[in-house]
């Protein structure tokens, strides 16, 4: 159920986030309400992991509010609904494996458009992909469980 949530939430704001740099409400709303329901019916975390992995969300919102949105708050509450999903540990590691993507692909950017910084990346296909490999090593029995 967590991972056709996740899978679904993903795919509908990374495209919107790649197409328009924006992610809509609505679709925030939805899925957190769904995690919540998930938390609630069949948790698979405890309640100290799930604020845990918000926390990470919330951590990212202050750095955007902080930061001049040079990480949009739209991909820090789409990572505070991952958390109610992943817990604290796979929402770290899903925001580690995210961001180590954006690097390279960024690097990619600035060497194909000669250095030029003020381009912005969508950050929610990154967290899309990032989901997939954590997904994949979870299927694998990986370190995470």
Known sequence: MEAFGLVCMYSI?????????????????VFTIMGIVINIVAPRYTVLSVAGGVG???VMLAFSILS?????????LIVMVSGLYLGF???L???????????????????????YREAELPFVPFIFIGYMIL???????GILG
């Not at 704001?13 to 709303?29: G, H, K």
Request: hydrophobic share 45%.
């Open 68 to 76: 001049k949105e040079k990480l949009g708050k739209g991909d820090a």
């Open 56 to 58: 990470v969300g919330v």
């Open 13 to 29: 704001t990374a495209f919107d986030d790649y197409r328009t740099r924006s992610i809509r409400l609505v679709e925030i709303i």
């Open 93 to 115: 590691v899903l925001v580690w494996f995210s961001s180590i993507l954006a690097a390279i692909f960024g690097l990619i950017t600035l060497r194909k458009y000669d250095n």
């Open 135 to 141: 997904f994949t090593i979870k299927s694998f029995g």
């Open 89 to 91: 540990m796979n929402t």
